[in-house]
Nanobody, 126 residues
């Protein structure tokens, strides 16, 4: 089992920045990749960014490219999401997720992820 704990959400004005953190514990050696997803009210939970644990390959949704950066600190078993130039449409609950093995769905699909954090609210005011 892997446990994930997110932190760093909050309220920020449009154009501002936030950094989310996700600390993993438990069987962290089994992690293949980690991702950040978000879900706004009435909408699907969609991938924002993902990173492979060993090689550090990254993926970004088109809506956040150039504004968000995902990174990881393997020594601390922590993944980060630096969010800059935030927009009101970025408002959502952000979830951290861990993927135990590569799958046919890839890092962008919720179905690939085995473990989820509890979520942290990000609210961007206009």
């Amino acid at each position: 089992q892997v446990q994930l704990v997110e932190s760093g959400g909050g309220l920020v004005q449009a154009g501002g920045s936030l950094r989310l953190s996700c600390a993993a514990s438990g069987r962290t050696f089994s992690i293949y990749a980690m991702g950040w997803f978000r879900q706004a009210p009435g909408k699907e939970r969609d991938v924002v960014a993902a990173i492979t644990w060993s090689g550090g390959r990254t993926y970004y949704a088109d809506s956040v490219k150039g504004r968000f950066t995902i990174s990881r600190d393997n020594a601390k078993n922590t993944v980060y999401l630096q969010m800059n130039s935030l927009k009101p449409e970025d408002t959502a609950v952000y979830y951290c997720a861990a993927m135990g093995k590569t799958t046919a769905w890839g890092v962008t699909s919720r179905r690939s992820y085995d473990y989820w954090g509890q979520g942290t609210q990000v609210t961007v005011s206009s």
